[in-house]
Structure formats: structure tokens, C-alpha cells
């Protein structure tokens, strides 16, 4: 018999990057009780890993839970970019309902689209949270209007249309039902989510059943699978199997070592847990997303959609430069192979293929900030290591026809600079669908444009708009390849001899270009130390001294002014460099190289490709 357990209730928090999701679970757990009165605490407090704190993004969904009327409330923090998308597929099968979080300036956004269609598939009832309703250019009677149209956009039901609406300020910790009246506290987000999101139901006398939605990993307990419970009942050292929707000889039995729940931002050590309740489980070694675990006698594997597959791939390479191993700790091959199997552990759109050579490995990811995100992690673990560009990944259609991944692109610009960008993304075969007046003195350019299109983009965008403009972007499937792209059209400065930076090097070399290193550093042959203002690569001598004779005393280069250099962020340097070079990582350093040191070697091979 079917039950509905109702001191529970699992909600996810849904939105575009940017919009307030986790400075919203912030006050709610604030207001919930759950940090003492004195405590201090950090913004965006479920943002625990290092990358996400800098950049302000949430990469990882995050679990909590809060009490509130006797009620205890699962909350999923999950994120916002287009990159993590599968992260955000998953969890909503742990969920009966989600907030669904707009900002009250800007209003619906590309993922804030994809989120809600994906909640809709799945039915969940939706409450509408329009956030930040306290910035001065706040427009959220506009703002609840454009949000009825994206529902009616996307077929949404007469029930889905009826959502509430909550008008909130995530900042200020205050909510309320009608924006006449001013509230103190977050009660009528509390209130809403218990009248309108639905209690768990499920068989608490089936047998068991729990799909694995998020895989969490620890150093010391291994695997930690996060599921919810849909039937029956999970205890401490019971017998389950292991069974799959998409495979169906998985069939294997194991054993629960250790139960927990969350409560406030801790795991609670619990013995036994009923319908409804999102659990983690550790103690199972092969434990993978989209698994069931069930009773042996009745195994049953609930549907799980399957994950998106990867649109971009790059090569993590063994350092090979005259540099290499002076910064890593972990150099060699198995380190690097190693690192990337234990990251496939908890990241389900990452693909690692071995290739060829022993030396290196294709990774292929969702986007270039996912693959961003895994260089950035490595580089502070103590790795050492080269990338290649980003490349796309191609299919064939049943007549054999390339096809490659497109992307929509939704970009505001103010008005001057739309003609800037329509050039360059024209240019970069991409295709304008729609124009619109935005907000203010904006326009809303949509583009449909071949992700590969996109690598390398960012930063000229930035520049191009002067540090005005919003690019989002959200994958649209494949469709024909749409021909050759010239990435690039500036040259690379290239050093010619190994040794230090010398400024008198470098002052004749920075008439050539733009540089990247200052005096001092090291350099090698066939390292990237600059950027020409030309379309060829241009050799320089950055270790040139001057010689010295009787009438010229060494003090005499006391006048030399460098032009600062260009430092350029890990993301610049994957954006920067072409198919013919490398991206060396160390912990202490970026540096961009030729794949062929050798300059003659590298000659010969240009002149192959012509």
C-alpha cells in the first residue's frame, strides 16, 4: 500500500547562474536554527569547494536539510551553468517539487529555461522565486510575466500554471507573498513550501528500493552514494544488490556499512531510514549513478534517464618541456591517469580514453569551463601536466554526413556594440535567429552558432564590449558542419634559446607584440612568450644582452622601459592557444609552448600541413 509520509518534504532550488540559489539556502538555513545564535558564518556557505568560493559558481550539487514545524525539509543547492548540466538532470529524480529562483532585473534566462523544462518532464510542482526584488532597477511585475510565458513556452499544464509566486531578497533574508507588504523573515517561503510541494510517497512495506542520484567521494570511507528512498525501508548492515535500468546483467550483492542523513550542513550517523528520506550509504566499492539498490528478493531498477553525452575534448599530456618536473609533485603518467580515473568517481559527464601514446589521455567534458575546473583542480593538488586545445566532437548521421554540436547563444550587449559582435560571430559561422530591445540601452542578440565556434570566444568578447556585455549559452543538439573556422588571426612571439628573461631581450622583442613574461623568468626554445600584432609567428631572442665595450658601461640599460606584461588566467591560455600548441600546467605556472620545440623540426612540419 502506498503511503505518503508527511513530516518530509525534498526540494530542489533551480535557476540561471548568477540568479541567488545559494544565497537563498544560506538564509534558509540561517533562519532555520541551524547555526547557533554567535556563529559566524561564511557567504554562500554550500559553496565548499575552493574554485567554487572564488568565482562565485556552484560546480557540484550540494545536499542540506532544515527543520522547520516539525517538518524536515531536503534541500538541493544545485548549479547554474550549462556545463554542469547533468548534475542538474540527476537530482531532480531525489525531488517531488522545486524553487525555481528568476532575478527580478534581469527575468528568465537561457538555463533558467533548461532547468524548468527538464522539472516539467518530470512533473514536480514548481514554486516561482522571484529574487533580488531589492535592487534599485528591479522590475518584478515584468519579471512574474516573462516567467507565464517561458510556462506556456514550454507546454506546461493548468496545474504547473497555477504555481506560487514568492517575492524575495535573498541578500536581506526577507520574503513575501505580495510586494505591498514588507516581511521580516523568510515564514512565506517556509509556509509555501509546505502548502505546495508534495509529501514523498511510497510502499513502506515493499521491498527496498533506492536510485543513486549523486555519488560523493571521500579519502577515507571511499564511494558515498546520495539517493532517495522510493519503497521499503534501509537499514545498517542490510543485504541489497546492485541493479541498473541500462544494464541489465548488473546483478551484484553487497552489503550497507554505514547509513546517514543530512541535517543542516552535517551527515548524521542514523540506523535504519524510511520512505522519503535522502540518504547517503558508504561501505559499497562499485557504486555508480544510476544504479538501484533493492531487496534480493524483489529487484526492481527504477528508469533513469541517461547522461548527456560530452561535446569537447582535449588531451592531458605528460610534461615534456625542458622545465618539466622543477614544479609538480606528481608527474608521471600513472599520477596523471590515476587522478583522472579517481575524477570519473564522482563527475558522470566526463569521459577518459587512453590513446596511442602512453603518454596521453583524451578527456572530453560538457564545455570548456568543466574541463577548466578539472586543470584548475589538478594544478592545486600538485599536478604537472600539458593540455591540448579544446577540440569539438563530431558525429555521423546514417548517410555518413559530418554533423557537429551547436549551441544557442543568448548575448546582451549595450547598443554600440552589437554590430562588434554580430561581425565576429558571423564570422565564426554563427547565425543570427533573433533582435531584440532589452533592458535599458541593450540589445538581446540569440544566435544559433557550432560550439566550436564559441572555443576561444570569451575573452575577445569581453574586450569587444568593453566588459559590458552577458554571453549565455546552452548546447542545441548537432546539426551539419558548417565548415572551417579561422580561430586566430595574430601570431605567437616565440622564444629561440633556453635561459632567463634579460630586459634588454625584452624591450626589442615587445616592438614586436604584446608580451607574456617579464624579466627573469625561465624560458626554453619554442616556448610561447608573446603575441604578434601580425598574422605569423615571429622568433624572438628574449636572453640577448648587450655587449659591452669601453664606451658603454652596463649601467646604461637603466633607461629601458617594459611595457607591463599581459598575465593571462587559465582560462585566457586555453582560450589562446592553437591546434599546433600546448598549454603547460604546473602548479607554480601557465605556459604556453609549441608542440614541436625544435625549430627546424617545426618548419618541416608546416610546410607538411600546407
Do not use: W
Request: net charge negative.
Amino acid at each position: 500500500m502506498k503511503q505518503v509520509r508527511e513530516d518530509v518534504r525534498n526540494v530542489a532550488i533551480i535557476a540561471h547562474v548568477d540568479h541567488g540559489k545559494t544565497t537563498l539556502v544560506d538564509e534558509l538555513l540561517k533562519q532555520s536554527g541551524v547555526f547557533r545564535e554567535n556563529q559566524e558564518v561564511a557567504e554562500r556557505v554550500m559553496d565548499s569547494n575552493a574554485i567554487e568560493r572564488e568565482r562565485g559558481i556552484t560546480i557540484l550539487s550540494k545536499n542540506t536539510a532544515v527543520t522547520y514545524k516539525g517538518t524536515k525539509i531536503n534541500i538541493i543547492d544545485t548549479p547554474g551553468h550549462a556545463d554542469f548540466g547533468g548534475e542538474v538532470e540527476r537530482v531532480l529524480k531525489m525531488v517531488n517539487g522545486v524553487i525555481l529562483v528568476v532575478d527580478a532585473f534581469e527575468g528568465p534566462m537561457p538555463q533558467t529555461k533548461f532547468v524548468l523544462k527538464k522539472a516539467l518532464e518530470l512533473n514536480l510542482a514548481v514554486i516561482v522565486c522571484i529574487n533580488k526584488c531589492d535592487r534599485p532597477e528591479a522590475r518584478p511585475e515584468d519579471v512574474v510575466d516573462e516567467v507565464l510565458e517561458l510556462f506556456l513556452d514550454l507546454d506546461a499544464n493548468d496545474e504547473q500554471l497555477d504555481c506560487p509566486f514568492v517575492f524575495a531578497s535573498a541578500k536581506s533574508g526577507t520574503a513575501t507573498l505580495n510586494l505591498t507588504v514588507k516581511n521580516k523573515d523568510m515564514t512565506p517561503l517556509f509556509d509555501t513550501i509546505l502548502s505546495h510541494i508534495p509529501a514523498p510517497e511510497g510502499d513502506p512495506d515493499a521491498g527496498t528500493q533506492i536510485l543513486i542520484s549523486t555519488i560523493d567521494y571521500n579519502e577515507y570511507v571511499g564511494r558515498i552514494g546520495v539517493g532517495k528512498v522510493d519503497n521499503g525501508t534501509i537499514k545498517v548492515n542490510q543485504e541489497v544488490v546492485i541493479v541498473n535500468h541500462h544494464e541489465p546483467d548488473k546483478f551484484k550483492k553487497v552489503k550497507v556499512s554505514k547509513l546517514y542523513e543530512f541535517d543542516g550542513l552535517n551527515k548524521v550517523e542514523v540506523e535504519s531510514a524510511g520512505i522519503g528520506s535522502i540518504v547517503a550509504l558508504s561501505g559499497i566499492a562499485d557504486l555508480h549513478i544510476g544504479d538501484t539498490l533493492c531487496s534480493p528478493e524483489s529487484p526492481t531498477p527504477i528508469p533513469f534517464q541517461k547522461i548527456s553525452e560530452p561535446t569537447i575534448a582535449m588531451h592531458f599530456i605528460v610534461n615534456d618541456s625542458p622545465l618539466a618536473g622543477q614544479e609538480g609533485k606528481f608527474v608521471t603518467s600513472r599520477h596523471i591517469k590515476d587522478r583522472l580515473m579517481r575524477e570519473l568517481n564522482t563527475d558522470v559527464s566526463l569521459r577518459v580514453e587512453e590513446t596511442d601514446s602512453t603518454d596521453s589521455f583524451k578527456v572530453s567534458g560538457r564545455g570548456e569551463l568543466h574541463l577548466s575546473v578539472l586543470i584548475e583542480n589538478m594544478r592545486r593538488e600538485g599536478y604537472e601536466f600539458a593540455v591540448s586545445k579544446a577540440e569539438v566532437l563530431y558525429h555521423t548521421d546514417e548517410n555518413g554526413k559530418k554533423l557537429e554540436p551547436m549551441e544557442l547563444a543568448y548575448i546582451d550587449v549595450p547598443d554600440e556594440f552589437s554590430g562588434a559582435v554580430i561581425q565576429k560571430l558571423s564570422e565564426r559561422k554563427g547565425e543570427l535567429l533573433n533582435m531584440s530591445q532589452a533592458a535599458g540601452s541593450y540589445t538581446r542578440l540569440e544566435f544559433s552558432i557550432p560550439s566550436r565556434g564559441l572555443i576561444g570566444y570569451r575573452g575577445e568578447f569581453m574586450t569587444d564590449t568593453k566588459g559590458n556585455g552577458i554571453m549565455n549559452t546552452i548546447f542545441n543538439g548537432y546539426g551539419p558542419f558548417k565548415g572551417d573556422i579561422q580561430y586566430r588571426k595574430l601570431g605567437s612571439l616565440i622564444a629561440f634559446e633556453a635561459g632567463e628573461a634579460i630586459t634588454y631581450g625584452l624591450f626589442n622583442a615587445q616592438e614586436r607584440g604584446t608580451l607574456f613574461i617579464g624579466p627573469g623568468e625561465k624560458v626554453y626554445s619554442g616556448m610561447v612568450v608573446g603575441q604578434t600584432g601580425k598574422a605569423e609567428d615571429i622568433e624572438v631572442n628574449v636572453c640577448k644582452t648587450k655587449h659591452l665595450t669601453n664606451t658603454r658601461s652596463s649601467s646604461a640599460d637603466d633607461a629601458l622601459r617594459l611595457v607591463p606584461k599581459r598575465i593571462l588566467s587559465l582560462e585566457q591560455c586555453l582560450e589562446f592557444i592553437d591546434t599546433d600548441e600546448l598549454l603547460e600546467v604546473t602548479p607554480k605556472s601557465l605556459r604556453i609552448r609549441k608542440k614541436i620545440l625544435d625549430p627546424t623540426l617545426r618548419k618541416r612540419a608546416s610546410f607538411k600541413n600546407k
